[in-house]
């Protein structure tokens, strides 16, 4: 029989989790998870006397319920050796792809069944991870925004001429003094110095000369 730890602010949550894990294992010769304590806060938790994670975890996972506004013990949670699983009524707060590096983790909605709850625990308990899909659309969601930010923050692609000036204007140098050292028109030099700032989203030679060098475009 494996041993669960049960957390959430509410006593209510506690014995609603405890009583759903109970009816599982109706008609079972020996339950296989069994309730050894819950907690208002995995701070909590882990600061009682009880329930010390020293020498070894007093449960084989944790199952946390908190209503809104993520996780405050996450960052505890992050540093215990201990399999998670958490249920949440908004996972737009939570920090899913920390989670997820624990490994060993289920994340479920607060409306998830019993029957969804003890699969969630038997794999974290394996060294699984289990994802319902309701937070698996929060996660796709997520990552999508993420990528549409990096697209946004990296700056167009310059050519290699467009490369060469930029270093010049960085070196301090003007558009005539440009133009004579690559042998080009004044007028050519405006335009790629035009090009430059667009693609760099900025407005002053400092400026684009700051945003080449965090690119890795040139070096000041």
Not at 105 to 127: K, R
Not at 175 to 184: D, P, S, W
């Amino acid at each position: 029989m494996k041993r669960v730890l049960v957390i959430s602010p509410a006593a209510v949550t506690q014995a609603e989790l405890a009583n759903l894990i109970a009816e599982e294992s109706e008609g079972e010769a020996e339950p296989r998870w069994q309730v050894v304590a819950a907690a208002q806060s995995f701070a909590g938790a882990a600061s009682g006397p009880a329930l010390g994670w020293n020498p070894a975890p007093v449960a084989d996972c944790a199952l946390v319920s908190w209503p809104a506004d993520g996780l405050p013990d996450l960052d505890l949670l992050l540093n215990e050796d201990i399999p998670v699983v958490a249920l949440l009524d908004d996972w737009n707060d939570v920090a899913l792809p920390e989670l997820l590096q624990m490994g060993r983790v289920g994340l479920l909605p607060n409306q998830a069944s019993g029957a969804e709850i003890v699969a969630a625990l038997d794999a974290a308990a394996a060294g699984l991870i289990v994802i319902h899909p309701r937070v698996l659309g929060h996660l796709l969601t997520l990552n999508s925004a993420l990528d549409r930010r990096d697209a946004l923050d990296q700056p167009e692609a310059l050519t290699p001429r467009e490369v060469e000036v930029l270093t010049m204007l960085a070196e301090g140098l003007s558009n005539k003094a440009i133009a004579r050292r690559l042998h080009l028109s004044e007028h050519t030099v405006k335009y790629h110095t035009s090009a430059i700032f667009a693609k760099l989203n900025v407005s002053s030679r400092t400026e684009a000369a700051i945003a080449g060098a965090r690119a890795g475009l040139i070096l000041l």
